[in-house]
Nanobody, 123 residues
């Protein structure tokens, strides 16, 4: 069982930055692909970014490409999402998730989820 806890959310003005963190307990994350997802009110949960177990490969949704950066530190059992040039449409609850697959971008491919952290971008 992997427990994931996100932090770093908050309220920021458009154009600002936030850095989300996801810390794991009970099991090392080093063998999992890690992803970030977000869910806005009234919308489906959507993929944001994924990073391979080694950190050597990353992939982003088109909506965040060039603005967000996913990274991980397996020694600290943590994953991060640096969000720059934030827009009001980035407002959502952001959740990290762990997948036993080598690579995963679909919700159903992830086995463990954090509770989420709220990100609000004001215009």
């Amino acid at each position: 069982q992997v427990q994931l806890v996100e932090s770093g959310g908050g309220v920021v003005q458009a154009g600002g930055s936030l850095r989300l963190s996801c810390a794991a307990s009970r099991r090392t994350l080093s063998s999992y692909a890690m992803g970030w997802f977000r869910q806005a009110p009234g919308k489906e949960r959507e993929f944001v970014a994924v990073i391979s177990w080694s950190g050597g490969s990353t992939y982003y949704a088109d909506s965040v490409k060039g603005r967000f950066t996913i990274s991980r530190d397996n020694a600290k059992n943590s994953v991060y999402l640096q969000m720059n040039s934030l827009k009001p449409e980035d407002t959502a609850i952001y959740s990290c998730a762990a997948s036993p697959k080598t690579w995963a971008m679909r919700v159903v491919e992830y086995a463990y989820w954090g509770q989420g952290t709220q990100v609000t971008v004001s215009s």
